[in-house]
């Protein structure tokens, strides 16, 4: 007979509302991150176009009452939400079922007061299982689960003064009318050649502009989240023009912004695939 064997740890929730979260990770109700699930190899080795090549993102708070909650999209479209108290180290776990309960995402992640250049969320290996199903993106799931990684870092929106404001985005230089000041790279996602890059220029008003202007790509930036939004113009056809999204990060080995598009979803073929994107200063 062949018996499953599950192996667990527990740990108390630490934090309440009479022993609050220290300032620094919490501030005086709530304090913002933003998050980013990168697409990572897999051991044992799966195929890319398998699983997903984009990035998943989140946006996170931590109350000062100890709740860690966030909200966001795991690359394969998917919409993830959780909520978990912190430990006395100040770990939690995030977990959220998904798929109408035949899958789910699990794992340990942790929080800290990192410097400035250090992200503040670090997990890895969460285990994300997906079942099959009839859709355009990975019909055949993982049901046997892939890895991937979580990576963060709090999230700052510059006081009004004293001017000049500077943008969200991290470590931008001046605006160039010719090269731009960031590069916004498209690859995987059936994208034939691959990868597609982009001159930018992003403003000091977190406005998104093409360096020659041109028609594609565009990027919205939310000042008060740090999501990021657009579409671009896909090589499949100039009339194919997915919409991506994603985050800012604002330091740490994730620094710039990240995020996922999902190819075309007609005609149905099954072979459609997540690619990723990514947003760099230059």
Do not use: C
């Not at 099954?270 to 990723?276: A, D, F, Q, V, Y």
Request: hydrophobic content about 40%.
């Amino acid at each position: 007979m062949v018996q499953a064997v599950s192996n667990i740890d527990a740990d108390r929730a630490h934090y309440s509302t009479t022993n609050k979260v220290p300032v620094n990770l919490a501030g005086t109700a709530t304090k913002p991150y933003t998050l980013v699930f990168p697409a990572k190899t897999q051991t044992p080795a799966k195929a890319l176009n398998l699983y997903p090549q984009g990035d998943g993102y989140a946006t996170m708070t931590v109350n000062v009452n100890g709740t860690v909650s966030l909200t966001g999209k795991l690359a394969d479209e998917t919409t993830l939400t959780a909520s978990a108290p912190l430990s006395k180290l100040n770990l939690w776990p995030i977990f959220a079922q998904l798929y109408t309960l035949k899958g789910s995402i699990a794992g340990m992640a942790a929080l800290t007061d990192a410097d400035g250049i250090t992200e503040d969320v670090i997990g890895t290996n969460l285990q994300w299982f997906r079942p099959t199903q009839n859709v355009q993106w990975y019909p055949n799931g993982w049901p046997a689960g892939i890895s991937v990684d979580v990576n963060g870092a709090r999230y700052v929106v510059p006081p009004a003064t004293p001017l000049p404001v500077p943008s969200v985005f991290p470590g931008l230089l001046a605006v160039n009318a010719t090269t731009g000041n960031a590069t916004l790279t498209f690859t995987g996602g059936l994208l034939n050649p691959l990868p597609l890059p982009y001159n930018i220029n992003i403003s000091t008003a977190n406005l998104m502009t093409n360096a020659p202007v041109a028609v594609s790509p565009t990027m919205l930036i939310d000042k008060a989240s740090g999501k990021i939004t657009g579409t671009f113009t896909h090589t499949d056809g100039p009339t194919i023009k997915p919409a991506y999204q994603g985050v800012i990060i604002q330091k740490g080995s994730k620094q710039g912004g990240w995020g996922y598009f999902m190819s075309r979803a007609a005609p149905l073929t099954g072979l459609g695939e997540s690619g990723k994107v990514q947003v760099l200063a230059k």
